[in-house]
């Protein structure tokens, strides 16, 4: 009777948006509507009056810099709720009989050798996310990633010395506030909060702004997405 | 309409990805698989919207030298870039909701709870 119900529902749900897709501009042409007017200015002038090669870096950071602006606060959000939810109330069930892990030693030891290597690719992500594919969050992520890895292998005590507890509170607020102090800046700079320099002379600033905020991006989200991880790995 | 279909293939494609997702999201009891058909839903939109922005024969939308048109859509790409650290959030978030339900009452099957209250 259920599964009857769901097919049902499934059926009913794939109709209109079959209907819908079949009736979509075709598949990669460039006569598209969405291709033919926002795009093709961003893709004409962005390089320029942006100030980074990378359009779509443009497009996230300058001309849609309050969308991203906001998404940052969000994953900090997410962080403040997540530490709410799991440290707030009755914490006293956690830490009592954590298997200690035993890992072995080729991966153990492949980790370590890897591991400068990953750092090092994440932050050249990060800090070519203007001319190259990357950026903030793709860093961000590799790093956070990195952290995982290593509390997997080396074990929380070892891998929690990667985030200080002084600077950590900074540090996983650090997108948020990065692109504040950007905003800021701009606001005293051209009477708008994130108003970019717009004279073709100071494209180095818009460039080094722009880099501003991917690495306190690249930054902020590392230390997010293993703040979280270690929040979790402590419930066991 | 099937012709149509064969051409946006790709959009039919997540359409599928997208169901397959809702599936889940309804028929499974399990919480966590729940969530998990949640995130192949959002997968499925992200992949609809990068493939709207797709035009044949297109490079990455990154200008310097050596680049030449056509370029591929960036506004989809750049939508799709803060989406994903969204769905990223609201994961982590859901998770340690689970974690929590789990702690207070011992289960995370749907009908368990919903025979609980």
Same mark, same amino acid.
């Given at each position: 009777?259920?599964?009857?119900?769901?097919?049902?529902?499934?059926?009913?749900?794939?109709?209109?948006?079959?209907?819908a897709v079949?009736e979509l501009p075709p598949h990669g042409s460039a006569s598209n509507a969405t291709y033919t007017h926002v795009s093709a200015y961003y893709l004409?002038?962005?390089?320029?009056?942006?100030?980074?090669?990378?359009?779509?870096?443009?497009?996230?950071?300058?001309?849609?810099?309050?969308?991203?602006?906001?998404?940052?606060?969000?994953?900090?959000?997410?962080?403040?709720?997540?530490?709410?939810?799991?440290?707030?109330?009755?914490?006293?069930?956690?830490?009592?009989?954590?298997?200690?892990?035993?890992?072995?030693?080729?991966?153990?030891?492949?980790?370590?050798?890897?591991?400068?290597?990953?750092?090092?690719?994440?932050?050249?992500?990060?800090?070519?996310?203007?001319?190259?594919?990357?950026?903030?969050?793709?860093?961000?992520?590799?790093?956070?990633?990195?952290?995982?890895?290593?509390?997997?292998?080396?074990?929380?005590?070892?891998?929690?010395?990667?985030?200080?507890?002084?600077?950590?509170?900074?540090?996983?607020?650090?997108?948020?506030?990065?692109?504040?102090?950007?905003?800021?800046?701009?606001?005293?700079?051209?009477?708008?909060?994130?108003?970019?320099?717009?004279?073709?002379?100071?494209?180095?600033?818009?460039?080094?702004?722009?880099?501003?905020?991917?690495?306190?991006?690249?930054?902020?989200?590392?230390?997010?997405?293993?703040?979280?991880?270690?929040?979790?790995?402590?419930?066991? | 309409?099937?012709?149509?279909?064969?051409?946006n293939?790709?959009y039919?494609?997540?359409?599928?990805?997208?169901?397959? #997702?809702?599936? @889940?999201? +309804?028929?499974?009891?399990?919480?966590?698989?729940? &969530?998990?058909?949640?995130?192949?839903?959002?997968?499925?939109?992200?992949?609809?919207i990068?493939a709207l922005g797709v035009v044949? #024969?297109?490079? @990455?939308? +990154?200008?310097?030298?050596?680049?030449?048109?056509p &370029?591929t859509n960036p506004i989809p790409?750049?939508l799709?870039?803060?989406?994903?650290?969204?769905?990223?959030?609201?994961?982590?978030?859901?998770?340690?909701? +689970?974690?929590?339900?789990?702690?207070?009452?011992?289960?995370?099957?749907?009908?368990?709870?919903?025979?609980?209250?």
């Open positions: 009777m259920k599964k009857a119900l769901v097919a049902a529902l499934l059926i009913l749900a794939a109709i209109p948006l079959l209907l079949s004409e002038h962005g390089a320029e009056e942006a100030g980074a090669e990378n359009i779509i870096t443009d497009v996230i950071l300058n001309y849609r810099g309050f969308d991203t602006n906001g998404e940052v606060t969000v994953i900090f959000t997410a962080l403040a709720a997540v530490l709410a939810v799991l440290l707030l109330g009755d914490a006293s069930t956690a830490t009592e009989d954590k298997p200690s892990h035993s890992v072995s030693v080729v991966v153990s030891f492949i980790v370590r050798l890897l591991a400068p290597f990953i750092a090092m690719f994440a932050v050249y992500v990060i800090i070519n996310g203007h001319i190259s594919p990357g950026g903030g969050f793709q860093g961000g992520t590799i790093l956070g990633a990195l952290a995982i890895v290593l509390t997997l292998v080396l074990g929380e005590d070892e891998a929690r010395r990667l985030l200080p507890e002084r600077p950590k509170p900074w540090l996983q607020a650090a997108a948020p506030l990065t692109f504040i102090g950007i905003g800021l800046a701009g606001l005293t700079d051209t009477g708008f909060y994130l108003g970019f320099p717009t004279a073709e002379a100071l494209s180095w600033i818009r460039t080094m702004w722009l880099l501003a905020i991917e690495i306190g991006i690249g930054v902020g989200g590392a230390a997010i997405i293993a703040s979280i991880f270690w929040t979790m790995e402590a419930e066991r | 309409m099937i012709e149509a279909l064969w051409v293939l790709d039919a494609a997540s359409v599928v990805l997208f169901l397959i #997702g809702l599936y @889940a999201v +309804i028929a499974k009891d399990n919480l966590i698989k729940k &969530f998990m058909g949640l995130n192949i839903m959002e997968t499925a939109i992200f992949a609809f990068v044949d #024969g297109g490079d @990455a939308p +990154i200008m310097g030298e050596g680049a030449r048109a &370029f790409q750049a799709i870039l803060t989406g994903i650290v969204v769905a990223v959030s609201t994961t982590a978030l859901a998770l340690s909701l +689970i974690i929590r339900i789990y702690r207070q009452c011992g289960t995370i099957e749907a009908d368990e709870l919903r025979e609980m209250e």
